[in-house]
């Protein structure tokens, strides 16, 4: 008894494409199939990337100042770049991101720039605050919200990622550092990314020699425990050069 034909084998392929033949009908060659998506076809990773790419960046274009609109990230800070691209990817490692130096150096833009690269990187989830130091004082402090304060403390805690701009330049007070503290801290726990941005270091610069303080630093006017996490937390970029401001 000859050996069965099994479905699906060249044997059976080969048979079938005699009888058709028999009859009259020739079939084309078999080429290769090729049933995976393409990138323009859904299905396909860069397809579904290019779509949360464009959700985030209308977010980003629905939350940016107008004056920041057409931030762009400055070459020569590649630690800027890095960083967003982890935020894209694992943000619960990326840790944060302080950006230092004086007045008009162009802080505000490049933090704005690096949350345009996250938006254009496709992540998972991209929900931003960005909030000034003195916004966000004021929204938490009595009456400022009609939700209340504990809610809007939740909401900054919360996001999977804000922008604190001018961190340091409210009036010191024990209720300003305790508010910073549990924001801080909060998001610290969460491992959530954060963009700070300051006029200040971390630590006073002291005289070498002398040791005497020279000007305030971020642990004078916000206290050791926020500026320990900070230290442990963040990338910190020092923004250098004159104010740009006044230049223009």
């Given at each position: 008894m000859p050996e069965p034909i099994r479905l699906g084998s060249n044997a059976a392929m080969a048979a079938i494409r005699a009888r058709l033949e028999r009859?009259?009908?020739?079939?084309?060659?078999?080429g290769p199939v090729d049933d995976a998506p393409n990138p323009d076809e859904p299905g396909h990773p860069e397809y579904h990337r290019r779509a949360r790419a464009e959700f985030a960046l209308t977010r980003w274009h629905n939350a940016v100042p107008y004056r920041y609109a057409d931030a762009a990230p400055i070459a020569a800070e590649p630690r800027i770049g890095a960083w967003a691209q982890r935020v894209a990817t694992k943000p619960s490692e990326a840790n944060s991101l302080l950006?230092?130096?004086?007045t008009g150096t162009g802080k505000t833009h490049q933090a704005w720039a690096a949350l345009r690269m996250i938006a254009e990187a496709g992540p998972v989830d991209y929900q931003l605050i960005a909030t000034?130091?003195?916004?966000?004082y004021g929204r938490l402090r009595p009456g400022g919200s009609d939700q209340g304060t504990e809610h809007e403390l939740r909401r900054y805690t919360r996001v999977p990622l804000l922008l604190l701009d001018d961190l340091g330049s409210a009036k010191a007070s024990e209720w300003v550092e305790e508010i910073t503290y549990r924001l801080i801290n909060e998001r610290y726990n969460a491992c959530k990314p954060t963009i700070f941005t300051s006029n200040y270091t971390t630590e006073a610069p002291r005289d070498p020699e002398t040791g005497r303080v020279l000007g305030p630093g971020l642990d004078i006017i916000l206290g050791d425990r926020i500026v320990s996490r900070l230290a442990e937390m963040t990338t910190v970029v020092v923004m250098a050069g004159r104010d740009r401001r006044r230049a223009a």
């Open positions: 009859r009259g009908i020739v079939l084309p060659p078999a950006l230092t130096g004086n000034t130091a003195a916004d966000l």
